[in-house]
């Protein structure tokens, strides 16, 4: 059955061309049933050809919280790509998948012991920490790992800040540093986060600034360095086009080769660049409603089930199956009996029929992997394209 | 000065033209069709806001879409054209005098009657009492109706509206069951330019259903991206030989232009490695 969407030029610019073919190809088949996510893996690919192209000395670690699915990992893995992961369960995808613990770090500053033992035993030695307890902790589970001191940098101009949670000022850093070898640890690095889907290029020069300045007081006390983290948050196109790629890399190059030696490590820990514009997750409008004078549409999947991102202001943009009829304003909500479960307002769409379908552009990255079966509705599997 | 902006949403440029009138503008079942007037390209096609063909220059298009596969079969007596309601490829699939057959499928008859009466240069071979049209979908054609045909030829709309369904697996399997011996497909495939991953994607899907699958392209100076690709899928004829000598008469294509109308080994070695890109 072929279906009619409603494409306009503002979507070509979220979504290629390619990608919407593939899509549109899989949901004409009859037997579908929503929600589901589908992963373009040459869009997949494509990302990946372009992370840390620009930046010499580089490796890039895939931040698998984004979507763990395991056929991603896989896809991923075959690609060369490095992870960072937080957790044992985390490990246990890429343990099935037989990924080298050489490939493996981990930034989490704060890890669980279970999950230390376990990571020290397969073999993983890169450790975040931003606390004297977790240097402890590593010191007496994973002995002899390789550890670098999470900063804290500023995160606005994210959409989706990190900086309160971790991360500590140079000086706060610069003790710790210099306890880790009475840990019998080996202090290699610094690392930041200037937060996930940064649309400020400037928080780079910011937290590369400040990783500097630590970096030299290490020096000072006889601590050389060699590796910078500088984490994740290459943004990707929502409803806004970003910068690309290559001109926030060639900002972070220029930077780093003037301020560290050019032997540094670096390593990059993008999660949403790689995954995030590849996925389409797949709904229908199972509801719609007048409510005073605001239009309703209710669909299968929302905040509880793939969109928790919404809550945090992240916005989507969407294709809908309708062809007739003008667009009118609409409050977009998830299924849940939950009040909280509103994915997005005073969106322009045209009317839909009820069981029309909805491509919900952008959204392979943080949704499915935070998605909950809260209300008894179904976390929608992930299918590669 | 009225212009006509082209509203091909994924083009990176944007296509404008001088309308000196409008001459027909109205909605089908499928789609808007419009006919304007330009003072270089004649009278113009325009289908849901995207243009099709021009009097000045629609005999490349046409010209390149039917006569490499006609002239790389041996004999073709039975053709289907899917879609190309306006008739261009019938009139050039006419021209061989092998051909005892075309199936004409067109799913909007709409378009058909407006080329008749805007067009008749383009839609000069339709009422030829060889053809045959059928108002369907191609799609439901090639499932259930088509068989024992020499050559497939697919002139549809954009790959993503509802000509979709003309490039799916589903749809070249069925192409494939539907051909004879020696039986060629061809259909467009967008811009090297602009979409090399479509490109590569239509041969990928072709491949499922054909041995011998290959890529050829012409200069249209309409469509966005201008360098325009053509696939070709083959039961067994190497699409890149003429099987039969040249002798029709046209006003591009000819057997030197059929040779290196295709992609060289090399760079068609390179697109289909992903290895390409621009």
């Not at chain 1, 202001?313 to 977009?332: C, D, F, M, N, Q």
Request: proline share 5%; glycine share 8%.
């Amino acid at each position: 059955m072929l279906r009619n969407f409603r494409v306009q030029k503002y979507h070509a610019e979220i979504i290629p061309k390619s990608t919407l073919l593939k899509v549109l190809t899989y949901v004409d088949k009859q037997e579908i049933q929503t929600p589901f996510l589908l992963m373009d893996t040459d869009r997949i690919r494509q990302n990946i050809s372009k992370i840390g192209n620009n930046i010499p000395n580089s490796t890039v670690c895939y931040a698998l919280k984004a979507n763990p699915d395991a056929a991603i990992a896989d896809l991923v893995n075959k690609e060369h790509l490095g992870f960072e992961i937080a957790s044992g369960g985390e490990l246990k995808i890429l343990a099935s998948l037989g990924v080298e613990p050489s490939r493996i770090i981990s930034s989490n500053p704060v890890k669980s012991i279970p999950f230390l033992k376990m990571a020290a035993e397969y073999g993983v030695r890169y450790f975040a920490f931003d606390s004297f307890e977790e240097l402890g902790k590593i010191g007496r589970y994973a002995p002899g790992s390789q550890v670098y001191v999470r900063l804290s940098v500023p995160n606005e101009g994210s959409e989706w800040p990190l900086s309160k949670k971790f991360g500590l000022e140079i000086d706060d850093a610069l003790e710790l540093l210099s306890c880790t070898e009475a840990k019998g640890l080996h202090p290699v690095g610094i690392t930041f986060h200037v937060g996930s889907q940064c649309r400020n290029p400037y928080n780079w020069n910011i937290a590369i600034d400040k990783a500097k300045i630590l970096w030299e007081k290490a020096e000072h006390k006889g601590i050389r360095l060699s590796l910078l983290n500088i984490g994740g948050g290459y943004p990707i196109n929502y409803t806004k086009v970003v910068t690309d790629i290559e001109t926030i890399e060639r900002n972070i190059a220029r930077l780093i080769a003037e301020k560290f030696p050019a032997d540094t490590k670096i390593h990059l820990e993008p999660g949403r660049a790689v995954i995030g514009d590849a996925g389409i997750l797949v709904s229908s409008v199972i509801g719609k409603a007048r409510r005073r004078d605001e239009g309703w549409l209710y669909l299968d999947v929302g905040v509880f089930n793939g969109l928790m991102e919404s809550v945090g202001g992240i916005r989507y943009t969407y294709i809908l199956e309708a062809t007739e009829g003008a667009e009118k304003r609409w409050t977009i909500a998830g299924p849940s009996c939950d009040s909280f479960d509103v994915i997005d307002k005073n969106v322009a769409l045209p009317d839909p029929d009820i069981g029309a379908l909805i491509l919900i552009l952008s959204s392979g990255a943080y949704t499915v992997s935070y998605a909950s079966e809260f209300n008894g509705f179904a976390i929608p599997r992930t299918i590669l394209i | 000065m009225v212009r006509f902006f082209e509203n091909e949403i994924y083009s990176p440029v944007e296509h404008v033209y001088k309308v000196e009138s409008v001459l027909y503008k109205a909605k089908s079942k499928f789609q808007e069709i419009m006919v304007i007037e330009n003072a270089y390209f004649g009278k113009m096609l325009i289908l849901d806001g995207i243009v099709q063909l021009t009097e000045k220059d629609e005999f490349f298009y046409h010209e390149m879409l039917t006569h490499v596969a006609m002239h790389a079969h041996p004999e073709p007596r039975r053709v289907a054209v899917i879609g190309g309601g306006d008739g261009g490829v019938v009139r050039e699939v006419l021209k061989h005098r092998t051909v005892e057959k075309i199936y004409f499928v067109e799913i909007d008859e709409e378009v058909v009657k407006t080329s008749r009466k805007f067009f008749p240069s383009v839609c000069s071979g339709i009422d030829d009492p060889r053809v045959d049209l059928k108002v369907m979908d191609g799609a439901d054609f090639m499932k259930d109706h088509a068989e024992g045909i020499d050559v497939i030829i697919v002139d549809s709309t954009d790959i993503i509206g509802f000509a979709r369904s003309l490039f799916t697996e589903d749809f070249f399997r069925s192409v494939h069951g539907a051909l004879r011996t020696d039986g060629l497909f061809v259909t467009h495939s967008e811009s090297l330019h602009f979409h090399l991953d479509i490109v590569v994607e239509v041969q990928e899907i072709l491949k499922e259903a054909f041995p011998v699958v290959d890529l050829y392209t012409a200069p249209i100076a309409t469509y966005p991206g201008n360098w325009w690709t053509f696939a070709i899928g083959s039961k067994s004829p190497d699409p890149r030989a003429l099987r039969r000598p040249f002798e029709i008469d046209t006003r591009y294509y000819d057997d030197e232009i059929h040779r290196q109308a295709f992609l060289t080994p090399k760079l068609y070695g390179k697109l289909m490695g992903k290895s390409l890109s621009w």
